[in-house]
């Protein structure tokens, strides 16, 4: 296991003007969703659904759309945080035109911009059924500044004022369906959106965001070698009721981060 509107992370912008996450800060991407840990090693090989692909969008228009209607079902049908179980009409109509709107904004193909280090993989079997998807780019990293209340309070947050920006490769938009869990799938996703980021971009370092309450995306991201850089506090989230409301919830971002290129060892350096 990256918008921008008055300090917006992770979510479609223009649902709040964002579709997964908003927060006080300024930053682009979605939420990872809560896949399962996957199976390691040769339970993961042996369930691996037949044909498993990984490829780019490369900005196809229709290969985004399809990935936008997965993601609303794979990601926002029973969001972590008690979200609806099952989306109401209204609901899936709303989140589906966001996101598709979403992933055309940031990965589609952009004229006059020679510029593709952002890119949206898509997992595909052999009938060519979307089971997974995972978004990469280029994108601007900015540290919170912590408060006086804060460190009273022991949070883990970043310590004194506000570091400055810098470009860096941010992965987002994890997602894996729900009947292709627990294969290997998620693993897979992270692995090739940091290769691109490595051997085609030239970075060697990759960086996310994630719900601190989504237990299972942060287990999966520490197990994949990420760890975590600061937290934010101030965070909002996107929420679908069982009401088939659209609310913001209270929440709390988690900044990871992990070396690229360093191996097994590279997983349990500092950074």
Same mark, same amino acid.
């Given at each position: 296991?990256?918008?921008?509107?008055?300090?917006?992370?992770?979510?479609?912008?223009?649902?709040?003007?964002?579709?997964?996450?908003? &927060?006080?800060?300024?930053?682009?991407?979605?939420?990872?969703?809560?896949?399962?840990?996957?199976?390691?090693?040769? %339970?993961? $090989?042996?369930?691996?659904?037949?044909?498993?692909? $990984?490829?780019?969008?490369?900005?196809?228009?229709?290969?985004?759309?399809?990935?936008?209607?997965?993601?609303?079902?794979?990601?926002?049908?029973?969001?972590?945080?008690?979200? +609806?179980?099952?989306?109401?009409?209204?609901? &899936?109509?709303?989140?589906?035109?966001?996101?598709?709107?979403?992933?055309?904004?940031?990965?589609?193909?952009?004229?006059?911009?020679?510029?593709?280090?952002?890119?949206?993989?898509?997992? &595909?079997?052999?009938?060519?059924?979307?089971?997974?998807?995972?978004?990469?780019?280029?994108?601007?990293?900015?540290?919170?500044?912590?408060?006086?209340?804060?460190?009273?309070? %022991?949070?883990?947050? +970043?310590?004194?004022?506000?570091?400055?920006?810098?470009?860096?490769?941010?992965?987002?938009?994890?997602?894996?369906?729900?009947?292709?869990?627990?294969?290997?799938?998620?693993?897979?996703?992270?692995?090739?959106?940091?290769?691109?980021?490595?051997?085609?971009?030239?970075?060697?370092?990759?960086?996310?965001?994630?719900?601190?309450?989504?237990?299972?995306?942060?287990?999966?991201?520490?197990?994949? %070698?990420?760890?975590?850089?600061?937290?934010? %506090?101030?965070?909002?989230?996107?929420?679908?009721?069982?009401?088939?409301?659209?609310?913001?919830?209270?929440?709390?971002?988690?900044?990871?981060?992990?070396?690229?290129?360093?191996?097994?060892?590279?997983?349990?350096?500092?950074?």
């Amino acid at each position: 296991m990256t918008t921008s509107v008055s300090r917006c992370h992770l979510l479609i912008p223009s649902i709040l003007s964002l579709l997964l996450l908003v &927060t006080t800060r300024t930053a682009t991407g979605f939420n990872a969703p809560p896949p399962a840990a996957p199976l390691l090693g040769i %339970g993961a $090989i042996l369930f691996r659904p037949r044909g498993t692909t $990984i490829r780019p969008s490369e900005g196809d228009k229709q290969v985004l759309a399809d990935a936008g209607k997965f993601f609303v079902d794979a990601f926002w049908t029973n969001k972590v945080g008690g979200g +609806a179980k099952t989306l109401s009409g209204s609901q &899936t109509m709303s989140l589906t035109r966001q996101q598709v709107r979403e992933f055309d904004r940031r990965y589609g193909l952009r004229l006059g911009s020679a510029d593709r280090r952002a890119e949206l993989l898509i997992c &595909t079997n052999s009938d060519d059924d979307v089971m997974g998807c995972v978004g990469i780019e280029v994108d601007t990293i900015r540290r919170p500044a912590a408060s006086d209340d804060d460190q009273s309070l %022991g949070r883990q947050v +970043a310590v004194g004022r506000r570091s400055p920006s810098f470009a860096a490769p941010l992965m987002s938009n994890l997602a894996v369906g729900r009947r292709w869990r627990r294969k290997g799938l998620a693993e897979d996703l992270v692995a090739k959106a940091e290769e691109l980021a490595r051997k085609q971009w030239g970075y060697d370092e990759c960086y996310l965001y994630v719900e601190k309450q989504n237990v299972a995306a942060v287990k999966l991201y520490k197990k994949l %070698g990420y760890r975590v850089v600061w937290e934010d %506090g101030d965070a909002k989230t996107l929420l679908p009721t069982e009401g088939g409301q659209l609310i913001n919830a209270d929440t709390v971002i988690v900044c990871m981060k992990k070396r690229l290129g360093a191996g097994v060892l590279g997983r349990f350096l500092p950074f």
